[in-house]
T-cell receptor, first 113, second 115 residues
Framework: GAGVSQSPSNKVTEKGKDVELRCDPI?????LYWYRQRLGQGLEFLIY????????KSGLPSDRFSAERTGESVSTLTIQRTQQEDSAVYLC???????????FGPGTRLLVL | AQSVTQPDIHITVSEGASLELRCNYS??????LFWYVQSPGQGLQLLLK??????LVQGIKGFEAEFKRSQSSFNLRKPSVHWSDAAEYFC?????????????FGAGTRLAVHP
């Protein structure tokens, strides 16, 4: 079946602009995660959604970052007033349930000029 | 604090040679351990995972890893490397903090394979 998909695959923006990144999880997966991967580094956890429960936003680096998810479907990660340090690959993952293996999408490569 | 260390940033091996990628973790409870591989332009693919039981875990593509609690290690091995194994490898530790599997990743090891 289809895996996790993300769009756009690449995004170039100017400092100060807002960006929206989209994640389509695997159908039927109730849990969804966002991670950030800076150049040469491992992944940093950003936010976690599980069904209709309140999301865990403990990894969001600032209030410029927010994410939404409608039910158990698509999620969007929004970065407001982008800064150069926001340049990274943003990865989305989903899992069948909260304690199951996470499957990752290909990521969105964000470059802030 | 919970952390994962992958001491080797880059490793180069010849095709057909054996491979071992190191991973050390710091975790306050029984860890759940993972190895993921990331090829250029691809998302992360799960190679193998350890939750409990046999400490030697077999994964896809001929990889295996051994959990050694006394050494806080979960090293990845492959007896004979293929050119297609060139990629970046990430070790991750997780646990059911807050009721879900929050993964903490190492910085990765980039593997190059010489013909």
């Amino acid at each position: 079946g289809a895996g996790v998909s993300q769009s756009p695959s690449n995004k170039v923006t100017e400092k100060g602009k807002d960006v929206e990144l989209r994640c389509d999880p695997i159908s039927g997966h109730t849990a969804l995660y966002w991670y950030r991967q800076r150049l040469g580094q491992g992944l940093e956890f950003l936010i976690y959604f599980q069904g209709n429960s309140a999301p865990d936003k403990s990894g969001l680096p600032s209030d410029r970052f927010s994410a939404e998810r409608t039910g158990e479907s698509v999620s969007t990660l929004t970065i407001q007033r982008t800064q150069q340090e926001d340049s990274a690959v943003y990865l989305c993952a989903s899992s069948l349930a909260s304690q199951e293996t996470q499957y990752f999408g290909p990521g969105t490569r964000l470059l802030v000029l | 604090a919970q952390s994962v260390t992958q001491p080797d940033i880059h490793i180069t091996v010849s095709e057909g040679a054996s491979l071992e990628l190191r991973c050390n973790y710091s975790y306050g409870a029984t860890p759940y351990l993972f190895w993921y591989v990331q090829s250029p332009g691809q998302g992360l693919q799960l190679l193998l995972k350890y939750f409990s039981g046999d400490t030697l875990v077999q994964g896809i593509k001929g990889f295996e890893a051994e959990f050694k609690r006394s050494q806080s290690s979960f090293n990845l091995r492959k007896p004979s490397v293929h050119w297609s194994d060139a990629a970046e490898y990430f070790c991750a530790v997780g646990g059911f903090s807050g009721g879900y599997n929050k993964l903490i990743f190492g910085a990765g090891t980039r593997l190059a394979v010489h013909p």
